[in-house]
């Protein structure tokens, strides 16, 4: 029985240590693999999309590497239309593009950001850097909340620096009021017709 427990602790020994290597060696980036052209990007808001360029330095054989593109800061179908495909490399290929369109919503915003990524690479592994920030760079200039320091009420006629409200109509014109209110108490109160005569 003892010896039937050593038995089977020393297979599962030899199981760990074939098995850690090996995930070990996963994880280690391939040097001559897949790779995103640069780890930033950046691309205008009227430019319509972003341009991807993935390379990679063994193309003695054919393969494919998948890529996706999710928001940071940008908010999809807002910002940008996310992506998520397969790139085919021939034999003898080193380089291959994907777009990610841009939105030109029209309003001013600060730049948003999207995270690009790679998986999936065959026959070879994936590179470094297997992930980029893009950097949607805004074009509408901000809106100017006055004009005119001097006119801000856009008259036709600016008035003098020393007084800005000259030439200024009131939202409410008194004189219309005070008329409002005769006609509504000369048809309550015909008998002060007479009195209101002098406001209306």
Same mark, same amino acid.
């Given at each position: 029985?003892?010896?039937?427990?050593?038995?089977?602790?020393?297979?599962?020994?030899?199981?760990?240590?074939?098995?850690?290597?090996?995930?070990?060696?996963?994880?280690?980036?391939?040097?001559?693999?897949?790779?995103?052209?640069?780890?930033?990007?950046?691309?205008?808001?009227?430019?319509? %999309?972003?341009? *991807?360029?993935?390379?990679?330095? &063994?193309?003695? $054989?054919?393969?494919? /590497?998948?890529?996706?593109?999710? =928001? @940071?800061?940008?908010?999809?179908?807002?910002?940008?239309?996310?992506?998520?495909?397969?790139?085919?490399?021939?034999?003898?290929?080193?380089?291959?593009?994907?777009?990610?369109?841009?939105?030109?919503?029209?309003?001013?915003?600060?730049?948003?950001?999207?995270?690009?990524?790679?998986?999936?690479?065959?026959?070879?592994?994936?590179?470094?850097? %297997?992930?980029? *920030?893009?950097?949607?760079?805004? &074009?509408?200039? $901000?809106?100017?909340? /006055?004009?005119?320091?001097?006119? =801000? @009420?856009?008259?036709?006629?600016?008035?003098?620096?020393?007084?800005?409200?000259?030439?200024?109509?009131?939202?409410?014109?008194?004189?219309?009021?005070?008329?409002?209110?005769?006609?509504?108490?000369?048809?309550?109160?015909?008998?002060?017709?007479?009195?209101?005569?002098?406001?209306?």
């Amino acid at each position: 029985m003892r010896s039937l427990r050593h038995l089977i602790a020393l297979a599962a020994l030899a199981l760990v240590a074939l098995v850690a290597p090996a995930a070990a060696s996963a994880d280690l980036p391939d040097l001559t693999g897949y790779h995103i052209s640069s780890p930033l990007l950046f691309v205008n808001e009227n430019g319509g %999309a972003a341009v *991807v360029e993935i390379d990679r330095l &063994n193309a003695t $054989a054919a393969g494919q /590497i998948h890529y996706i593109a999710l =928001p @940071l800061t940008a908010e999809k179908n807002i910002d940008f239309v996310p992506v998520k495909g397969v790139l085919d490399f021939a034999a003898g290929q080193a380089s291959a593009t994907f777009q990610i369109p841009i939105v030109d919503h029209g309003v001013p915003t600060l730049p948003k950001t999207i995270n690009v990524g790679l998986f999936g690479g065959w026959p070879m592994g994936i590179g470094v850097p %297997a992930n980029a *920030v893009l950097t949607i760079l805004g &074009n509408d200039p $901000a809106p100017t909340l /006055i004009k005119d320091a001097f006119n =801000p @009420l856009a008259l036709p006629t600016p008035p003098p620096p020393t007084d800005p409200l000259t030439g200024a109509t009131a939202f409410v014109e008194p004189k219309s009021l005070a008329s409002n209110a005769a006609r509504h108490y000369r048809n309550r109160k015909p008998a002060w017709s007479h009195a209101l005569d002098v406001i209306a």
